[in-house]
C-alpha cells in the first residue's frame, strides 16, 4: 500500500471531500471549524491541515497549530514562581509544533477510516506527518502529540516514538448521561442529598439573574462585554499558551451556527457572566466561559454554569460532556469522572531533548484535588 501525505496552508485548498471523510465525523476537523481557526486565531497561533491519502483515496485528516512564545508568558500565576518557570520557558521553548487542538482538552487532532488503515499505521503516519512540518513548514523548538486516549498508546510503540517523551497532565473530566435521566429532576433523583441540597443551593442564589441564549446579533452586540469577561478569567489562570482574539465568538457562531451554543447571564441589563458549548453530533463540549468574580463569589455563576450545561445535555439527549481538564473538583460535584490522556513530546535539539523526562515534570502544572462522589 502506498501512502501520500499533502500539507494544506488553507481551508479553500482542502479536497472537496474533505467534510464526508474527515469532518462529519468530528465538528472540530471539519471546513467549518477550520474557517473559525484561520478567521480568528489567537495572535500567535497558525494552523496548518494535513491531508492522508491511500493511493488517490483520502483517508484522514489532522490539525496542526503552531504556536510562537516570543511575546507570550505561559505562566501568570505569581504564587506559582512563575518567573522562574516563565524564564526556563524562553530560554528552550521558543516555539512548538502541536498536532492536536490546543484550545480544547481530548483527542481532536486527527481523523482516520480504521476500515482502510491500522492503527499502527496510522500512528507511523502521524508521526510522517509531524517530520513533514518540520522540514517543510518550520522546525520548532518542540513537537507535541497532544491529548491521547489511553486505547490509542499501542499505536505509538513504534520505533519511529523512540526519541518522543510520553507526558501526562491532568486529566480530561467527562460525564457520561444515564439512559434513565429523561429530564434534570430524574438527575437530581441520582444524587446524594448533599449535592441535591447544594443544586438547589445554587440556583435559589440565582434569583433575579436573567440567563438567554445569544444568536448572532447578540454575540455582535455584546462583543466587549464577552471578551472583557473571558479575558477576566484567562488572565487568572495559572497555566496560559494563548489569548482568543476578540472576533473568536462572532466566528464561531457564523460558521458552525447551531452546532456552537453561547449563553449570557444578565443582571438587569448588565452581562455578567457566560458560558459556551459545541454540539459534537452527540457529545457536548463545554468552550470558553467568563464572569464578573464579584458575581460570581455571591452567585456561584460557575456552578450554575456547569448544571445548567448537564441539564441541557439531558434535555436534548446527548450522550457525554467532555468538561476538559480544568476546575477538576467541582466538576466531579455534578457528575464529573477523570479519563487519563497522555501525550507525547520531543524537542529539537537533542541535548535538551535528552533530559526532558527531568525537565517536563519541573514546570508541569500540578493540581490538589479531591474528586467528589455525588451519585447514590
Same mark, same amino acid.
Given at each position: 500500500?502506498?501512502?501520500?501525505? /499533502? =500539507? ?14 474527515? *469532518? ?9 471549524? +477550520?474557517? $473559525? ?16 491519502? !491511500? &493511493?488517490? &483515496? ?10 510562537? +512564545?516570543?511575546?507570550?508568558? =505561559? ?17 528552550? #521553548? /521558543?516555539? $512548538? ?7 480544547? %482538552? ?17 500512528? $507511523? ?14 522546525? %520548532? ?24 517523551? @510520553? ?11 444515564? &439512559? ?7 438527575? @437530581?433523583?441520582?444524587? %446524594?442529598? /448533599? ?29 466587549? *462585554?464577552?471578551?472583557? !469577561?473571558?479575558?477576566? #478569567? ?14 473568536? +465568538? ?17 443582571? *438587569? ?6 458560558? %459556551? ?11 470558553? !466561559? ?19 450545561? #448537564?441539564? +441541557?445535555? =439531558? ?10 481538564? @480544568?476546575?477538576? &473538583?467541582?466538576?466531579?460535584? $455534578? ?40 451519585? /447514590?
Amino acid at each position: 500500500m502506498s501512502y501520500y501525505l /499533502k =500539507i494544506y496552508e488553507t481551508v479553500s485548498g482542502l479536497p472537496e471531500n474533505w467534510n464526508s471523510v474527515v *469532518g462529519n465525523h468530528n465538528v472540530m476537523l471539519s471546513e467549518e471549524y +477550520f474557517n $473559525v481557526l484561520e478567521d480568528s486565531s489567537p495572535y500567535n497561533m497558525k494552523c496548518f491541515f494535513m491531508g492522508f491519502f !491511500l &493511493e488517490d &483515496e483520502l483517508i484522514g485528516g489532522a490539525l496542526f497549530q503552531y504556536l510562537n +512564545f516570543k511575546d507570550h508568558r =505561559i505562566f501568570r500565576n505569581k504564587k506559582e514562581g512563575f518567573k522562574i518557570k516563565n524564564l526556563i520557558v524562553k530560554w528552550f #521553548v /521558543k516555539d $512548538v509544533m502541536i498536532l492536536g487542538n490546543n484550545m480544547l %482538552t481530548g483527542q481532536n487532532g486527527f481523523y482516520f477510516d480504521f476500515s482502510k488503515i491500522t492503527v499502527e499505521d496510522a500512528a $507511523v503516519l502521524l508521526e510522517n506527518a509531524a517530520r513533514k512540518m518540520q522540514n517543510e513548514i518550520r522546525k %520548532t523548538s518542540f513537537v507535541i502529540f497532544k491529548d491521547y486516549q489511553l486505547s490509542f498508546a499501542p499505536g505509538f510503540q513504534h520505533k519511529s516514538y523512540r526519541k518522543y517523551f @510520553t507526558f501526562s497532565v491532568q486529566p480530561n473530566m467527562m460525564m457520561k448521561l444515564r &439512559e434513565n435521566w429523561n429530564n434534570f429532576e430524574d438527575y @437530581t433523583n441520582d444524587l %446524594t442529598k /448533599k449535592y441535591r441540597a447544594r443544586i438547589r443551593s445554587a440556583r435559589n442564589k440565582m434569583e433575579g439573574i436573567e440567563k438567554r441564549e445569544l444568536n448572532s446579533s447578540d454575540i455582535q452586540a455584546n462583543r466587549q *462585554g464577552i471578551y472583557d !469577561l473571558y479575558r477576566n #478569567v484567562a488572565e487568572n489562570a495559572p497555566f496560559n499558551t494563548f489569548f482568543l482574539s476578540e472576533n473568536h +465568538f462572532e466566528k464561531m457562531k457564523e460558521n458552525l451556527k447551531d452546532k456552537f451554543k453561547v449563553y449570557g447571564y444578565f443582571s *438587569g441589563e448588565k452581562l455578567i457572566g457566560f458560558y %459556551t458549548i459545541i454540539l459534537n453530533n452527540k457529545d457536548i463540549f463545554p468552550y470558553f !466561559l467568563g464572569y464578573d468574580e464579584d458575581y460570581q463569589k455571591e452567585k456561584q455563576l460557575y456552578l450554575n454554569m456547569l448544571v445548567d450545561m #448537564v441539564e +441541557f445535555a =439531558i434535555n436534548e439527549k446527548k450522550s457525554k460532556i467532555i468538561f476538559g481538564r @480544568t476546575a477538576l &473538583e467541582i466538576k466531579s460535584t $455534578v457528575g464529573a469522572e477523570p479519563v487519563e490522556i497522555f501525550g507525547l513530546l520531543r524537542h529539537n535539539n537533542f541535548l535538551i531533548n535528552s533530559v526532558m523526562k527531568n525537565i517536563i515534570p519541573s514546570i508541569t502544572p500540578k493540581t490538589k484535588w479531591i474528586q467528589r462522589r455525588p451519585f /447514590k
